[in-house]
């Protein structure tokens, strides 16, 4: 729960790094970014509900639990991890191209500066 609080923090500063130009390809692209991270998010609360226990506790606390998870439910965990990967943009994966396409609009922007903070803490998050 943890991880999708903070990486909230760091997309929406991908959600409004587009905004700044003003037109219409901006607005386009912060709102598929913003559709994306909602799919995404929606996946990872239903599937941390998926492991919970019959007595409303749930399995996974920690990031530590997620070991455990493949044995019981191989399917649930491959899933989790994929969602996971595509929350911090991971490239091959659905959270890369919204993230990709707000960077590049910043870009065209001529804010070089700003997209490099982008690019730089975007790893940073990933790495966490």
Same mark, same amino acid.
């Given at each position: 729960?943890?991880?999708i609080a903070l990486s +909230? /923090? +760091?997309n929406i500063g991908v #959600? *409004? @790094?587009p905004l700044q130009s003003g037109d %219409?390809? !901006?607005l386009y692209s912060s709102i598929l970014? %913003? #559709?994306s991270y909602l799919l995404i998010v929606i996946n990872l609360f239903t599937l941390l *509900? @998926? %492991?919970q226990l019959p007595n409303h506790r749930l399995l996974l606390m920690t990031t530590n639990d997620l070991r455990f998870l493949v044995s019981p439910h191989p399917y #649930? @965990? #491959?899933l989790l991890a994929l969602s996971l990967f595509s929350l911090s943009a991971i490239p091959p994966l659905a959270g890369f191209f919204p993230k990709f396409w707000a960077i590049f609009i910043t870009t065209q922007t001529s804010n070089f500066f700003y997209a490099l903070l982008l690019i730089v803490f975007s790893a /940073? !998050? @990933?790495f966490f």
């Open positions: 729960m943890r991880i +909230s /923090i +760091s #959600l *409004f @790094a %219409f390809m !901006s970014y %913003f #559709l *509900f @998926a %492991f #649930l @965990a #491959l /940073i !998050s @990933a």
